[in-house]
Nanobody
Framework: QVQLVESGGGLVQPGGSLRLSCVASGSIVRLNRMGWYRQAPGKQRELVATITSGGSTNTASSVKGRFTISRDNAKNTVYLQMNSLKPEDTAVYYC???????????????WGQGTLVTVSS
């Protein structure tokens, strides 16, 4: 069984910062692309940022310059550093990973449980 466990969400004032973490655990053979998505009530889930195993990144224009995605391959962990937060950043943030698990012939798309980020005064 492969799981993604997120942490770091919470309440923050506009202009503040938060750092989200996501740790992949289980019988992992290969951990490929990882990323962060977010979803606000009544809206579709949208891409925030992705990062390959080699460190190449893709960041949504709405957060570019404010959010930074990174990973620590030795720890099977991906991070999302969020600076200059705005009320419109309020959403449930989900961790995602493309994983080859032990005993599997195909890659799996695995999602975390989500962590709520609320930006408000």
């Amino acid at each position: 069984q492969v799981q993604l466990v997120e942490s770091g969400g919470g309440l923050v004032q506009p202009g503040g910062s938060l750092r989200l973490s996501c740790v992949a655990s289980g019988s992992i053979v290969r951990l490929n692309r990882m990323g962060w998505y977010r979803q606000a009530p009544g809206k579709q889930r949208e891409l925030v940022a992705t990062i390959t195993s080699g460190g190449s990144t893709n960041t949504a224009s709405s957060v570019k310059g404010r959010f930074t995605i990174s990973r620590d391959n030795a720890k099977n962990t991906v991070y999302l550093q969020m600076n200059s937060l705005k009320p419109e950043d309020t959403a449930v943030y989900y961790c995602n990973a493309n994983i080859l698990a032990v005993g599997s012939y195909t890659y799996l798309e695995v999602w975390g449980q989500g962590t709520l980020v609320t930006v408000s005064s």
